[in-house]
């Protein structure tokens, strides 16, 4: 993603494995951020 | 009364729900695109089972996003009768009308074959009609049905009573071995709080006359039917 800085990179990446890329009932993520 | 049944790509029980809703139990029903945003009059909603988007990331996934289901969940809001059977249950799970997830079977095998449900309870539209612990023999056919819940979402549930199916043996027993695929407490299907979202993994509409092997599942379409009869709230339309 692009963003205007590590945190907003992390956030929006953070929402869209919430509301789709991971359930949080049954699966966990983690972000690396480059 | 009408029911809408919604059709997602890769929807394949939506002619069956259709059949069941019009020809077996002669009420009007409507098949309705996803990318609709309009339930179109309708009395009840049903959300059939297939592989809604292929099952593509997870069963119920994408089919959450679609137009349609900002209306669903609006009339769920507005206190009308919804229904899900199988993939309809993954997809009101991944929407967040019902709580929980589902896993892979444990087995890790498709399974399809008649099971034995339980119905706990008769307090919602859709099982009005049911005796106290009537016994339905009613087929299923998933590679997902491993109902999973935090315990104590599990025993929220099952204190309020939404707990609404369970696998038992033919003769009504919660074994293990009548659990065919691993889910908590043998939950086969669950309400909401409201009770008018209703869920289960197993085809009711599948299993509406004898010629398929079963009839006991055309009490749930009666239900709904003799509820909205009574005067279960008509969401807003």
């Given amino acids: 993603v692009e963003a205007d800085s590590v945190d907003a990179a992390r956030a929006m990446v953070s929402d869209v494995s919430n509301r789709l890329l991971a359930n949080p009932v049954i699966e966990s993520y983690k972000v690396d951020v480059a | ?237």
Wanted: aromatic share 6%; charged share 20%; hydrophobic share 40%.
């Fill in chain 2, 1 to 237: 009364m009408k029911f809408a049944i919604v059709v997602f790509p890769g929807s394949n029980c939506d002619h069956d729900a259709y059949h069941a809703t019009t020809a077996v139990i002669g009420q009007q029903a409507e098949l309705i695109w996803h990318k609709e945003t309009d339930l179109k009059g309708a009395d009840a909603v049903i959300l059939p089972g297939g592989f809604a988007h292929g099952d593509y990331l997870r069963t119920g996934a994408i089919a959450r996003f679609s137009p349609i289901m900002k209306s669903v969940e609006a009339f769920a809001a507005a206190g009308g009768p919804v229904v899900g059977f199988c993939n309809g249950f993954q997809i009101l799970l991944e929407a967040g009308l019902l709580e929980g997830a589902m896993l892979r079977n444990r087995s890790l095998q498709y399974r399809c074959e008649h099971v034995h449900v339980r119905v706990e309870r008769a307090d919602t539209p859709w099982t009005s009609l049911c005796p106290p612990g009537l016994v339905m023999r009613i087929p299923i056919a998933h590679c997902e049905g491993n109902y999973f819940a935090d315990p104590s979402v599990i025993d929220r549930l099952e204190k309020n009573g939404q707990v609404v199916f369970r696998y038992v043996s033919a003769a009504g027993e919660t074994t293990d071995e009548a659990n065919p695929n691993g889910s908590l407490h043998n939950i086969a299907g669950i309400c909401n709080e409201r009770r008018n979202v209703v869920a289960l993994m197993p085809h009711p509409e599948r299993a509406c006359e004898p010629v398929l092997g079963s009839g006991d599942g055309k009490v749930v379409l009666d239900s709904v039917v003799a509820s909205l009869r009574a005067g279960v709230p008509v969401a807003a339309r």
